[in-house]
């Protein structure tokens, strides 16, 4: 391996700096040992770095893709893959629809004349559970309904009683390591849809190590479905409400959830390691 590689800092679901979620992204010629992926994950300290590599042409993919927490690696990010699809589409090295192979199947991303990237994923099949006991005194709210995401995400998604709800939550993070295989998903009704969002959300993810991510693409393939059924509209605008916040336009096209967003380069230098 080279003694460096260039190393990107991407802000993703925003078009401003500082806003949005956070994601490392490493371009490679293969990938190192899994060892060295964490390390580099856990020195970068965001809710993802993506690491990426070119694939043979002809095949079914373009870009080997994968993402770790600074824990472990996970199965599906949507703002990790939209932040590896920004550098490689403003640094030249890819134009037009860019199709990765991940660990839940080829991914692609399309980018647009106005700046936006979209990416196409699979949609998170929902199955309604009983509200685990514990789960309210965890978040700190009495959740309406509870649903399970599927393999791919592994989250509990619930439905809370209104926006003001959602974004007043302070949950005991160590209590709700034990609810989900990933994380918990809250989510309500946009209380003022004039101001450009249909629905909010707020992800917890204590057991991949992270507390809070500030804008969860993956998570959108479940609140894609869950939404669209309840307002009747296949196209949407999700509002993550944490303290960075982001917007992800989302679209519903059966068993694929199109995710479209911005994103923006923060930071970029040189990984000595």
Known sequence: MPT???????????????????????????FPDDTWLQHVAREVNHAETAFAHPLPRGGDADWALRWFTPATEVALCGHATLATAHVLHTTGTATGTVRFATLSGVLTATAHE??????????????????????????????????DTGKNTGDLLVELADEQ??????????????????????????????????????????????????????AHTALAPYWSER???????????????????????GDRTLLTGRAVTVIEGELFA
Not at 184 to 204: K, L, Q, W
Request: proline share 8%; net charge negative; glycine share 10%.
């Open 165 to 218: 709800t959602v974004r007043s939550l302070t949950p005991d993070h160590k209590a709700l390591v034990r609810h989900s295989e990933r994380g918990i998903i809250a989510t309500a009704r946009a209380e003022d849809p004039s101001r450009g969002y249909d629905f909010v959300s707020r992800g917890f993810f204590p057991r991949v190590g992270i507390d809070e991510d500030p804008v969860t693409g993956s």
């Open 4 to 30: 460096s590689h260039r190393i990107r800092i991407v802000d993703a679901f925003t078009d401003r700096p500082f806003a949005g979620n956070p994601a490392g992204v490493v371009l490679l010629d293969a």
């Open 231 to 253: 307002l009747g509209r296949t196209e949407l605008t999700g509002l993550q409400a944490s303290a960075r916040t982001g917007l992800v336009r989302t679209a519903l096209r």
């Open 114 to 147: 106005d700046g936006a990237l979209t990416l196409d994923f699979p949609t998170a099949p929902l199955t309604g559970t009983p509200v685990p006991e514990g789960v309210a005194e965890a978040l700190g709210a009495e959740p309406l309904a509870a649903y």
